[in-house]
């Protein structure tokens, strides 16, 4: 039985059964369904608190990277 179905014609099918049958019809095919589209699960995401634990980053340091990012704005060019 390797007859391919196009999904159109699937759903054309699926479309004419009524309520019921439709309940049975996803209960008939989740069994199958279900080993195929298993996923693998993504690790746990590490957390960021802390992250920067451990750096010396000073006010002058932040003071000095604010004025290289700002010193220049507004530009005169736009």
Not at 42 to 48: G, H, K, M
Not at 53 to 72: F, K, N, P, S, Y
């Amino acid at each position: 039985m390797n007859q391919s179905v196009a999904l159109a014609a699937v759903l054309k099918l699926a479309e004419a059964l009524s309520p019921y049958d439709k309940l049975r019809l996803i209960e008939q095919i989740k069994p199958i369904v279900e080993p195929e589209t298993d996923v693998v699960p993504e690790a746990p995401r590490r957390s960021l608190r802390g992250v920067c634990h451990g750096l010396d980053v000073t006010e002058a340091d932040i003071a000095t990277v604010r004025q290289e990012m700002w010193g220049d704005f507004p530009r005169k060019d736009i």
